[in-house]
C-alpha cells in the first residue's frame, strides 16, 4: 500500500465552503495532521487517526506526515482557509527540502476557500481590483520587511487584505500599520475589519481609516483595505474594476 | 415571492473545486446569467433559464440581473474562480449603484477558489508569501497603473499572480511586464505559467525569468511569479514562510 499526503485547505469556517476534492481526500485518510482547532473540524471515525499539534510547530507536524506517508499512511494535513496563503504548504515544502530521503514522497495540495475572500466576499467586493495578501504576524519575518511592503503595497494603490493583524504578545504591531496607513492614505479610505467569516461568532465592521483603532482586530479577524477608489454602496463595500486614465 | 441575486464563484474548472454552497444556490436559482463558457458549465434542468451572455457586457449583465431579481426571480451570476477577483461582484454593485431602484435587492456573494490559488496549489506554494494579485488585462485602466503596481510589487520583493495576462488583441503588454520584471529582480527568479488548471487542458510551466518568454502565456493563463527567496524542491516551487533578519 502506498502512502501519500494532501495538504487540504478547509475553507474559513463553515461546512458549506469546504470543496467536494477535500471531503473526499478527508473520507480517504488514514491519518489528518494539523494545528488542534482545525484538526477538531474533522469528524472522528473508525479507522481514522487524528494528530492535533499545538500553533508554531509547523515544520514538525510536516515532518510527521512524511514519515507517515513513507508508513503507508494516508496522511490529510488540514490547513484553515487555504493551504498555499499562510498555512502549512509551504511549512511541507521546506520539511521535505530538509528531508531528502521524502524525495519521492506523493504530495498533493487541495486549495480551499481563503479569509481574504470569504471576508470580501460578505463585505462586498473590497478586493475587486488589483490587491495585495500581507501577514502581519511577525513570527517569521521582521518587521521591517512588513513596513516595506505595506509602504510599496501604498504606493501601488493595491487594495490589501492583513491576516494575522494582531496578537496578545505583539500588540503594537497593528497600531504601527495603522501609522503607516495614514501617513500614505486618506482619511476616508474604507478598511473592513472581519472577524471568523462563515461561523457563529462572525463580525463585520467597516469603519474609515480615520476611525480604525488597533483593537478592532484580533487574531481570528482578517483585514481588507480598500484601495483610494473603494466605495461604499448601500451596505456594501465595493472597489471599481477599473481605473480611469 | 421574493427575488434574489447570488454571485458564485465556479472556481477554475473542476466540479470537485465547485463549494457545497455554490451548489446549492444553483439548485435553488430559476436562472443564470454570465458569461457564455461559464453558463455553459450549469447543467440546464426544467424550470431553469439561461442568459448567457458575451465577454465585455459585464454591466448589461449585473443590470439584467437587478431586474430579473426585482421581478421575483432567483438569479444566480455566475463567475469563474472566485467573483470578487476580477469578475462579476464589482460589476454588480457598480450596476447597483446606477439603478437606486435596486437598493433594496437581496444580494449573497458566494466565494470560489480563484486561479491563482489552484495554480499555486498545482505547482506547490509559490504564494506562500505576502503575494499580489494583479490584472495585466488594460480593457479597464491604462498600462501606466499596471506599471505603476508592478514596479510596487517588485519594490516590496512580493510574489505575484497575474491575471489575463495576454490577449490577441494586445500581445505587446505582457512582453513589456516581462521587461519590467528583468529590470527588477534576478534573472533566476522563478516563473509559473499554469493554463487551464483543473480541467483536461491543463498544463503547467516552470521557468527562470530568463527563460520566459511572452509567448507561454494566453489569456486561459495564470502566472505566478516568485518572490527573491522562491525555490524548487523536487517538482514543486515553494516559497519559504520567513523571511531571516
Do not use: Q
Request: proline share 7%; glycine share 8%; charged share 20%.
Amino acid at each position: 500500500m502506498s502512502g501519500w499526503i494532501a495538504v487540504a485547505g478547509l475553507g474559513p469556517g463553515a461546512e458549506a465552503l469546504v470543496t467536494p476534492e477535500v471531503s473526499a481526500a478527508l473520507a480517504e485518510a488514514s491519518d489528518v495532521v494539523g494545528y488542534i482547532p482545525y484538526v477538531a473540524r474533522v469528524a472522528p471515525r473508525a479507522g481514522l487517526t487524528l494528530h492535533p499539534s499545538d500553533n508554531r510547530v509547523e515544520l514538525d507536524r510536516a515532518a510527521l506526515a512524511l514519515t507517515l506517508a513513507a508508513e503507508g499512511r494516508r496522511v490529510v494535513i488540514v490547513s484553515s482557509g487555504d493551504p498555499g496563503v499562510f498555512a502549512m504548504a509551504s511549512a511541507l515544502f521546506e520539511a521535505l527540502e530538509a528531508a531528502p530521503e521524502h524525495a519521492g514522497a506523493d504530495i498533493r495540495i487541495l486549495p480551499g476557500i481563503t479569509a481574504m475572500l470569504a471576508a470580501a466576499a460578505r463585505a462586498g467586493a473590497p478586493l475587486g481590483h488589483d490587491f495585495c495578501a500581507i501577514n502581519l504576524s511577525d513570527n517569521l519575518k521582521p518587521f521591517a520587511v512588513i513596513e516595506r511592503r505595506l509602504r510599496a503595497a501604498i504606493a501601488g494603490d493595491f487594495a490589501m487584505a492583513f491576516y494575522n493583524p494582531r496578537s496578545k504578545a505583539r500588540p503594537e504591531g497593528f497600531a504601527r500599520v495603522l501609522e503607516i496607513l495614514r501617513a500614505g492614505c486618506e482619511p476616508g479610505r474604507l478598511i473592513t475589519f472581519a472577524r471568523a467569516v462563515s461561523t457563529p461568532d462572525e463580525a463585520l465592521n467597516t469603519v474609515t481609516l480615520a476611525e480604525a483603532r488597533p483593537e478592532m482586530a484580533d487574531m481570528r479577524t482578517v483585514v481588507l483595505v480598500g484601495n483610494s477608489g473603494t466605495r461604499r454602496v448601500g451596505r456594501w463595500v465595493y472597489t471599481p474594476r477599473g481605473v480611469k486614465p
